[in-house]
C-alpha cells in the first residue's frame, strides 16, 4: 500500500491494488484504523474534474451497482473541514450524471456509495496539513468492525488492572503479531490479560505469565479474574497462565521454538516499576537462598527486587530468541524520550531479529512509546547470546542511562519547566505537585 507520488506523503489515502474484492473485504473487516476500502470511479482538485473523472471510468464496472434492483445510500464525508448538511444535499443532487436507477436505502443498502472531499480547512485543526485539495467518489467494498473496540472498550471489562492496555491498542498489537487461528501467543507480563483477549479474539491459543501471583491465580475472587474477561467475551482460555518471572524464565534450557508471536506491554516505572525475583537482600547476599516450607507454599508470596527496563527488554529479547519459531513475531512497546532525537539505531537490537516496523504513540510533550515489531531471521545459539549480551551493554551505556531506576518516572511526573514572567525572570510553577503527563502506560 503506497500513497501515489502526486500526492502529499502524509495523505489521508492510499491507493492499493488489490487481486479481488473479498480480500479488500477481509483486509477492512480486520483492520483496527482503516476506515473502509473503496472502489476509486474518480477524482478530481474540482467537482468539474471529478465529473469528468467518473464519466471516464468504465460503464461495465460501474452499472452492475446501478440497476433498477438494487438499493443504495451515498454518504458526504471531509477531511480537514466540516460540510454543513444543506451544503451535503446540495453535493449528492449534483451528482445527477451518475445514472443511478435503484431505490435509496438509508439503513443497510446494497451499495454504499462515498463523497469524500480533502481540504486544508485552517491550520489549528490539529490534523496533518493538506497541500492541495482533492475530491473522491468511490463505492464501499469493505469497512472496519466498529463494533469491536465498543465491544472490549476497558470501562466494561470485568476484571481490570492499573496498566491494563486500551482496547485499540491491544488489538493493532495482536495485528502486528498477525495473531490468528492456529498460532501460539505468548505474554510474559499478562497482568489482566488485556492484550491476550484480543489476540484470543483473532483465533489465536494464548499463554501468559505474571511475577505476581495475586494476577495469575487469585484476581479479585472466582468471578472477577483474568480467566473471567475470556469468560465475558466467550473467547477460548488460555492455554495456561504462569507465576514466572521474565529474568528466570521456568523453561526446559533444551526447549525452543515454541511460541508464533510475543506481544507485550514491559513495565516502563511509570504507573509500575518492574520486578524480578529475588529481593534486595539476597541479589545483595546479605542473606542465602531459602526454602519454602511445604505447609506454606499455598500462600507464600516470593520476595522481589526492582528490576530496570534495560535489563527487562534485554531478557525479553533473549526469550523471544530462544522461544519464538522462525519468522516468529515479537511485539512491544519502548519508551523514549521525547526531547531526544530517536531514531531506529536508539533501539534494542538482537541478530535474531529483523525490525520491520516502529510506530510512535505520542503520550505527552516529555515522552512517548514506540510499538516496536520484530520478525525472527535467525537461529538462536550460545554464540548469538553472547555476540546479544555485548549488543545489550553498548546500548545500555550509549543510550538509555534515563531508563535506569527512577529516571523515567522522574522525567514522567516532574513539574513542567520553569516558566519566564513578563520581566524575564524565571518563574517557578506555583504548584510544585508532580502531575501525571501520561495515557495508557
Not at 56 to 83: H, M
Not at 328 to 339: C, D, I, N, S, W
Not at 354 to 375: A, D, F
Request: aromatic share 10%; with cysteine.
Amino acid at each position: 500500500m503506497e500513497a501515489p507520488s502526486s500526492l502529499p506523503h502524509r495523505f489521508p489515502f492510499h491507493f492499493v491494488n488489490l487481486p479481488s474484492e473479498q480480500l479488500a473485504h477481509d483486509i477492512a473487516k480486520r483492520s483496527i484504523l482503516v476506515k473502509g476500502m473503496y472502489e476509486l470511479w474518480g477524482e478530481g482538485s474540482s467537482y468539474e474534474e471529478l465529473k469528468d473523472s467518473v464519466l471516464s471510468y468504465p460503464d461495465e464496472r460501474k452499472f452492475p451497482y446501478l440497476d433498477s434492483d438494487s438499493t443504495f445510500k451515498i454518504t458526504v464525508d471531509s477531511f480537514g473541514k466540516v460540510i454543513s448538511l444543506e451544503e451535503q444535499n446540495e453535493l449528492i443532487q449534483g451528482l445527477s450524471y451518475i445514472p443511478f436507477k435503484g431505490r435509496v436505502k438509508l439503513r443497510n443498502p446494497d451499495h454504499n456509495f462515498w463523497l469524500i472531499e480533502v481540504d486544508n480547512y485552517g491550520g489549528n485543526n490539529g490534523l496533518p496539513p493538506i497541500v492541495q485539495k482533492r475530491i473522491f467518489f468511490g463505492r464501499e467494498v469493505g469497512g472496519a468492525d466498529r463494533k469491536l473496540i465498543p465491544t472490549y472498550q476497558l470501562k466494561s471489562r470485568n476484571y481490570l488492572g492499573p496498566t491494563a492496555m486500551d482496547a485499540e491498542m491491544a488489538f493493532l498489537m495482536a495485528n502486528q503479531a498477525l495473531a490468528t487461528s492456529g498460532k501460539l501467543v505468548y505474554d510474559p507480563f499478562v497482568g489482566t490479560g488485556s492484550i491476550l483477549v484480543a489476540a484470543a479474539h483473532f483465533g489465536a491459543m494464548t499463554m501468559g505469565a505474571d511475577i505476581d501471583i495475586r494476577v495469575v491465580r487469585d484476581g479479585r475472587g472466582p468471578n472477577c479474574n483474568v480467566w473471567s474477561n475470556f469468560k465475558q467475551y466467550g473467547l477460548p482460555m488460555p492455554v495456561g497462565l504462569l507465576r514466572a518471572d521474565n529474568n528466570l524464565p521456568p523453561w526446559r534450557p533444551t526447549l525452543k521454538e515454541v511460541f508464533d508471536a510475543i506481544i507485550c506491554d514491559p513495565p516502563y516505572g511509570v504507573r509500575a516499576g518492574g520486578r524480578k525475583s529475588g529481593g534486595r537482600k539476597l541479589l545483595k547476599g546479605a542473606v542465602k537462598p531459602y526454602t519454602v516450607p511445604d505447609d506454606k507454599r499455598t500462600d507464600h508470596i516470593p520476595s522481589t527486587a526492582p528490576y530496570s527496563l534495560v535489563e527487562c527488554v534485554h531478557d525479553l529479547l533473549d526469550l523471544a530468541a530462544k522461544m519464538l519459531v522462525m519468522g516468529g513475531r515479537l511485539v512491544f512497546f519502548y519508551p523514549v524520550l521525547r526531547e531526544d532525537d530517536f531514531a531506529e539505531s536508539h533501539f534494542p537490537e538482537h541478530p535474531c531479529f529483523k525490525l520491520i516496523s516502529s510506530s510512535e504513540q505520542i503520550l505527552s510533550s516529555r515522552y512517548s512509546r514506540v510499538l516496536l515489531t520484530m520478525v525472527k531471521t535467525g537461529p538462536y545459539t550460545e554464540e548469538i547470546a553472547e555476540v546479544a549480551r555485548i549488543k545489550h551493554m553498548e546500548f545500555k551505556e550509549n543510550h538509555v542511562k534515563w531508563l535506569e531506576d527512577g529516571n523515567l518516572h522522574s522525567a514522567v511526573f516532574s513539574p513542567a519547566d520553569g516558566q519566564l514572567t513578563e520581566a524575564g525572570d524565571p518563574k517557578l510553577i506555583k504548584d510544585p505537585k508532580p502531575k501525571y503527563r501520561g495515557k495508557y502506560v
